[in-house]
């Protein structure tokens, strides 16, 4: 049985490029939520004049070779409340923003944290 070399390299490459579909070779831009446990308006003061707060917390990694930052839960929230560091962060929303380019040679990797700030 003679096969043809150049029908099995064109469905070779159509067959990778099937199998990278959305894999982001070049970009990537991704958001997801996360999972978390925190306070309810039960657990502090609230109020209906109480602010809502962001915090970002980041890492960035460069060639696959070194990563720097602190993308944690904790330094998200910290980051909220750094004008306010007495007071507790309720109702939080925590997500997720990754953004790679070209095959992730560059990445860049943000926990958000957004929530109200209230008083114990």
Known sequence: MKINFRLAVLSGALMSLLMLNGCGLLYTN???????????????HATKDDVTLTGHACTTSLLYLVEWGDSGYAAAV???????????????KMDVKLQSYVLGLYTHLCTIATGKSGHP
């Open 30 to 44: 991704v958001r997801v939520p996360y999972s978390y446990r925190s306070a309810t308006p039960m657990d502090v």
């Open 78 to 92: 910290s980051d909220a409340l750094k004008k306010d560091p007495q007071a507790i962060l309720y109702d939080v």
